[in-house]
T-cell receptor, first 115, second 110 residues
């Protein structure tokens, strides 16, 4: 069964450093998403991406964050100047439709720890 | 914004027992999704409901959406340790963003 893969599975970084989280969505999917889950809290929407541009973003997704699809297979989330509160599990997801029966397939997540 | 409230927040049941998890929305639901998250892992899609009164089943899990499309329930029959995890209901809002409730943490005691 096709799956969304994320790397790294766990990254530890120093406060102020830049981090890039990588995702390989399902190959025929056109919509891509990043979600975040701080330990013990809700899974929160960050951003959706379609046709090489951001389609929606939440209030969390400020100038510290950026997304990119550098080639035909990868989808990345960059976090600049990381803060302690950026420590969380980051989930990538993809889907082949935007509305209606829009089922997102999630990756296993990348755990980011900021020290 | 649409808020999804799940109850209970956590649940411990004996293996073999039935259980129900509820999800209530502050607004009419146009699509209600149930996902399962194993501790520290990704989200696995279970079912999606769109029509008022709709009910779907997969193995021992049944999900229903009420006629008013503001409440959904997830029922597990004869629970097993493999059912343990965090169950999340999600809904698509006006901006087509899938947002989630706070989750229900289920533990099944053998």
């Amino acid at each position: 069964e096709p799956e969304v893969t994320q790397t790294p599975s766990h990254q530890v970084t120093q406060m102020g450093q830049e981090v890039i989280l990588r995702c390989v969505p399902i190959s025929n999917h056109l919509y891509f998403y990043w979600y975040r889950q701080i330990l013990g809290q809700k899974v929160e929407f960050l951003v959706s991406f379609y046709n090489n541009e951001i389609s929606e973003k939440s209030e969390i997704f400020d100038d510290q964050f950026s997304v990119e699809r550098p080639d035909g297979s990868n989808f990345t989330l960059k976090i600049r100047s990381t803060k302690l509160e950026d420590s969380a599990m980051y989930f990538c997801a993809s889907s082949d439709s935007r509305s209606g029966a829009n089922v997102l397939t999630f990756g296993a997540g990348s755990r980011l720890t900021v020290l | 914004s649409q808020e999804l409230e799940q109850s209970p927040q956590s649940l411990i049941v004996q293996e073999g027992k039935n259980l129900t998890i509820n999800c209530t929305s502050s607004k009419t639901l146009y699509g209600l999704y149930w996902y399962k998250q194993k501790y520290g892992e990704g989200l696995i899609f279970l079912m999606m409901l769109q029509k008022g009164g709709e009910e779907k089943s997969h193995e021992k899990i049944t999900a229903k959406l009420d006629e008013k499309k503001q409440q959904s329930s997830l029922h597990i029959t004869a629970s097993q340790p493999s059912h343990a995890g965090i169950y999340l209901c999600g809904a698509v809002n006006a901006g087509n963003m899938l947002t989630f409730g706070g989750g229900t943490r289920l533990m099944v005691k053998p």
